[in-house]
């Protein structure tokens, strides 16, 4: 498009225009555009993007010969006729409001006078000053809050809590303060839609701040929070200890002097975080002259540097306007009545605003927002609040089937919105409570960070796509956004040093996406409070959440099929979980039907088929009901037992066994005594039985003496063949010398005493319950006919000793 050249053109007439007396210049050469409305005068937020359209006449019909200005910013020409013109919104102003919009033609021009409304809500239309408390206990990075896996990743030290504000005697700015809200900030309001922007919208380089300086209301250094839920507890700081630490750096320390005290975790190795340590109480009041008792029931935020005096350089007196919390407690402020940071419960504090007129005004703060990595980040010990400290998914994947599509979703949060109940009433005009997600491409050099050079961020509702089933709302990045960021990589660690001792590796500066993928995800409870002692409104945001900083590698960058993200071949697999790419190849269905994963078959009848049955986690895998639970083709044998399913068989249990297979024929293959998978050598039907093992029970040999070796003897036949003893351990009846039930045998010749307890000779002859074991001289039977019955046959006596194991009644 040429439409820079209309704007020229009409510069350099207006600069003609000025110039002396004279006959006048004609500007224009035919009848000028008339614009008489838009088909949507309001937009949300201030990121622009939407698509209007213009309607009037006079357009023409050549996109290069029209220039449309949106407030101060040209729009970007989709489309024109000769009575209308269709255009994407560009940015808005940071504040909002209603915005001329002027359409130039090389006839002339018309203005619509506050033609498009950049909605930024009604929270703000009286707002002179803001308040913002970022509350980041609970963050990985913003505090400690958490039990582990962050306690060494401390941003702000332990107190977890920062602040700014902004003060003006006589001057609306609705929504000013955007840019301040949360860790990173940024202008942008994208409300219910996503907004990406290259570069971000930055209100810092409007130098909105330094065109209000003469309106800032220089009184107010301060504010107090109270919490009731702290009682009258307080805790001494040993401020002499604290003086010794600062922000920033510093020289290595050592954690085990005992000068310092007792320091927390986080603090080993350098003295790059301002520390708490509790000094000595006595009698209630601190021991040293020199530390500080604090009423944990009051926080105070003193501006960080202010100073009245004239006589000092401008850089020694200017306000800061950043709040630091007087609050070096390792613990959190913002706590309900149960006083734990982590309950699911609202926070109940007052504030005083003294030079604004504000004073004992009740807020209710929504509890800690937990926002869950739901899908697209693999978080820290799988505890999806510990995403902030995982990985990005390797390739975005919302829908589970391993391939990336612009439809689904890249990142999936969820989350519990807040419930605050009627809060409003006296000086609290209005509560509005939104989540914030946004994603940020940081740049590093060699110098450290070069700022952001791409921001996608949108705000929702705290009850967005809310489900009633699972009480949690939910918000997605869409793989259509997150797939328009550059791959950011930096590699940093330390890593041994040949010459000994390691080196810190900064990463390769030189590189063009050297830097971090910049996820934050937030809650924004904002109070809209009547400010007496100020031209209008006060707004007191308070914020919570986390915030990532990742490795994201753009599988669009991928030169190769195999590192894509995408399905190439149709085969259901993508990059490695698809066989083709073993080898580093491409996927081209070179390796279709090697596997029954990969080869478009049910090969295990369950209706689904390669990459849709949940047996296979890639194409190297294969089909299988080899875990159902279920004898799937009616041999007796169920899933592992099964030979089909053992590392001979197809790992698909359908069809007859093989009749090779010596596990499962009922033959003693092995002349041991025990079939099939009596034997300890059949695991699986398809195994081989090989002999004589190491056990009592299956050794070949006859180990209690009784002619009845291994399977044939009574106790193995009932405790199988892994069992070591063919002679228990008895006692009582079966270890008294007598023939307790009057069977004629005694002790450990009487079977009864083979049968736990191994105690108790009760029986005349083998019960139906022995695992089928029989024994002629225990059966009650005259087997060989000669009148005489078991233990009074001689052939059941073995040295003239009746013994019931004997099995041929005759051999006397």
Partial sequence: MKSHVVISTLLVLVLAGCQGSGAPIDYYDGPAPELSGLDVDTVPGNTGGQVVTLTGSGFGTDPSQVTVIVGQVNATILEVSDSSLRIQVPQGPVQGGAVDIAVGTPTGQATLAGGLTYDMGSTYDDQTAYIVINNDWMSCYGGIGLAQGCETFAWVGQTGISGRGEFMQDMVFPRQHGQFVGYWGG??????????????????????????????????????????????????????????????????????????????????????????????????????????????????????????????????????????????????????????????????????????????????????????????????????TLWAIGNLADCPDGNGDGASTLDEAGIRFQWAPAVLGDVTGGPIKSVDTTVRLSVNSFYLSWYGGEGFNMRASITVPDNNDFDETTGLSTLELPTSILLQFPTLQATLGAVSNPLGGTTFVWGDPTGSNYGYFLVTMERVTEYRLDAPDLAGDLVVSYVDGDFGLFDWKNPLDSTEGCGDCQDNDGDGWTDAADPDCADGKVEDNSTFGSTTCNDGIDNDGDGFIDAQDSDCTDGLDGETNCSDGIDNDGDGLIDGLDGECGPLGSGVEVGDDDPSWQCNDGVDNDSDGWIDFADPDCTNAADDELGFGSTACNDGLDNDGHGDPDATDLICTIRGAGYDSEAPTRSGDCDNGADDDGDGYIDGNDPDCEIQPYSVELYSQAQAGWSGWTSQCYNGVDDDSDGMVDATDPGCAVGGTPDGFQDDESAG
């Fill in 187 to 384: 202008a942008d309001v994208s409300m219910g839609e996503w907004s990406v922007q290259t570069p971000p919208y930055n209100s810092v380089s409007l130098d909105i701040e330094g065109a209000i300086e003469d309106q800032r209301d220089k009184t107010i250094t301060g504010f107090t929070m109270r919490n009731a839920a702290w009682g009258n507890e307080q805790w001494c700081a040993g401020i002499s200890t604290l003086a010794q630490y600062t922000y920033g750096g510093g020289e290595p320390v050592d954690p085990n002097d005992p000068s310092l005290g007792v320091l927390p975790p986080q603090s080993v190795g350098y003295a790059d975080l301002q520390l708490s340590v509790e000094a000595d109480t006595t009698n209630g009041q601190c021991a040293n002259a020199s530390d500080r008792m604090y009423d944990l029931g009051q926080l105070n935020f003193c501006e960080t540097y202010y100073d009245r005096d004239a006589n000092l350089k401008a850089y020694q007196h200017a306000g800061t306007y950043i709040y630091q919390a007087d609050w070096p407690v390792g613990e959190s402020f913002f706590v309900g009545e149960s006083q734990d940071p982590t309950a699911d419960e609202n926070v109940k504090v007052v504030l005083d605003v003294a030079d604004a007129g504000v004073n004992g005004v009740q807020l209710v703060l929504p509890p800690p927002a937990k926002f869950q990595a739901a899908s697209g980040v693999t978080p820290f010990g799988n505890d999806p």
